[in-house]
């Protein structure tokens, strides 16, 4: 039972504009969002996170958006660079509890 | 930045043998340390959390006989794929939260992972 999805495993995106990838979750306790990023031959590594009591974080050119009720979160990156190219894992948790229920990833591939 | 290690990047064994994963956190204590698995187009599902001087939990559907995990200091977790068989490859993967960051979820920081292939 995948509780976290990310429905696109590939992505590409021109230099300079905008990168979008999704997320989906079926579990309604999760009230934690994170996105990792992962290069080849390394661990993810934190990008940026979101509680659900927001629906809005930025940082810098990311951005993630949550919406509660369609139970879907969103990374924006403006604009796109091409060391923006990984794979980008959506996480998800309970507040309290150290588990993260990882997304399968979305490879993204930033065109110079 | 906090830094985990890793220890082989990459094994392949005969099926029957036992392999040993070390993690280790380079510049940080971590009182919590997690195993993950992933498979190819899989997403990283967690193992077990490995706790510093006390037994592991772990998940449903995981072998604790089969996936020994020793947590026996600050800076170090192992775990141990016993009497490996094929379909115990995978990609396995630690990360480990600094014990000076408690209730702050981001601060799992991953090790690079150690690709085993089992003969």
Redesign the interface.
Known sequence: DQQVKQNSPSLSVQEGRISILNCDYTNSMFDYFLWYKKYPAEGPTFLISISSIKDKNEDGRFTVFLNKSAKHLSLHIVPSQPGDSAVYFCAASVVGNEKLTFGTGTRLTIIP | GAV?S?HP?RVICKSGTSVKIECRSLDFQAT?M?W?RQFP??????MA?SNEGSKATYEQGVEKDKFLINHASLTLSTLTVTSAHPEDSSFY?C?A?DQKERGF?????????TRLLVL
């Open positions: 985990v890793q990047s919590t997690f993950y187009k899989q997403s990283l599902m967690l959390t993967i990360s939260r979820q981001e601060t799992q920081y991953f090790g690079p992972g």
